[in-house]
C-alpha cells in the first residue's frame, strides 16, 4: 500500500513509509524498513549558483541512528543521493546532504567514475535550461539478496537511479551498482517498472 506522498513543482513520489525527512529544498525518504532510499532536491534556478565548498561531516538524523562504521575497508563509499556539490548554493543545504539518511553503501569505482560523471552532467543540464529542475535521486535494493556490510544491517544497493525534470523535459537513468559502472537511459515507466520488479514502495509520477 502506498502511505506517503510528496508533490514537488508536477511532480509526486510516493513511498511505503509515513516518515519524510525535510531539510528545506531536500526530502529524504526511507525505505519502509528505514534503509535509505530516495532524495528529492527541487532547485530554483534563480538561485542555482554552484562553488567548490562542501561541509563534508556525515551526521545522524533523530529517527534512527545509521553509522558510517561498516564502511571502513570494504571498497564501498557512503554514496550521496543528493550530491554535496549540486547543493553548494546554500550553506544549510550542503551541510544537510551529509545527513546519513542521503547516503548508501556506493562501490567506490562507480562513485568516483561512471557516477560523478552523471552528476557532473545534470548539473550542465540544469545550467544549459535556465530552469527550475527537480533531481530525484535514490536507490533499489534487490529483496532477494541478503548483501550488507560486514557486521551491520546496512543493505547493498543492486542500482542506483536518478530522474532529472527541467522546463518541460524529463530524464531517466539508472547504474549498477557494481564495478562495471553500467549506467542506462531509461524512460519514467521503465524505472517505475524497476521499483515494482523489486517489491520497492517506490513511485515517481
Known sequence: MMLASLACMSQTVTT?????ISHGDMTLYPSNDTLPMVS?????FSKFKLDSDREDRWFQEKYKK???APYKGTGYDLG?????????????LN???????NQAPQVARFNRKEWRMLEAAVEDTILKHKKDAVVITGVVYD???????????????AFYFKAVYVGAKTYCWIGKNDKTGEIKIV??????????KNKMFLKIR
Not at 40 to 44: E, G, N, P, S
Not at 95 to 101: A, G, I, K, R
Open 187 to 196: 524512460s519514467l515507466q521503465e524505472l517505475n517498472a524497476i521499483f515494482e
Open 16 to 20: 511505503g513509509n509515513k516518515l519524510a
Open 40 to 44: 528529492v532536491h527541487k532547485i530554483r
Open 95 to 101: 551541510y544537510n546532504s551529509f545527513s546519513l539518511y
Open 143 to 157: 529483496p532477494n539478496s541478503k548483501d550488507a556490510l560486514p557486521g551491520s544491517r546496512i543493505k547493498i544497493p
Open 80 to 92: 550521496h543521493l543528493t550530491p554535496a556539490h549540486i547543493t553548494s548554493y546554500d550553506d544549510s
Open 66 to 68: 545509521v553509522s558510517k
